[in-house]
């Protein structure tokens, strides 16, 4: 029996910065650029969307290379 469990880690394919957003939209199964739209709306409202992409940058593992 073969669990196929899907893993947040950062984007090695769609990756801008660093690949935060690619991951987030792979794992959620969604277009990055919806990502990204939520970052510059958490960035420009909040000011909080630098502090979580560099935390997410930070904390996210990378994805293993193929």
Do not use: H, Q
């Not at 910065?17 to 420009?44: H, Q």
């Amino acid at each position: 029996m073969s669990e196929n469990k899907k893993k947040l880690t950062k984007s090695r394919k769609d990756c801008k910065i660093c690949g935060v957003c690619g991951g987030l939209a792979e794992y959620f199964g969604v277009d990055s650029i919806w990502i990204r739209l939520a970052w510059l709306i958490l960035l420009f409202c909040f000011g909080t969307g630098i502090l979580l992409y560099f935390a997410f940058a930070l904390i996210m593992p990378e994805a293993p290379k193929e």
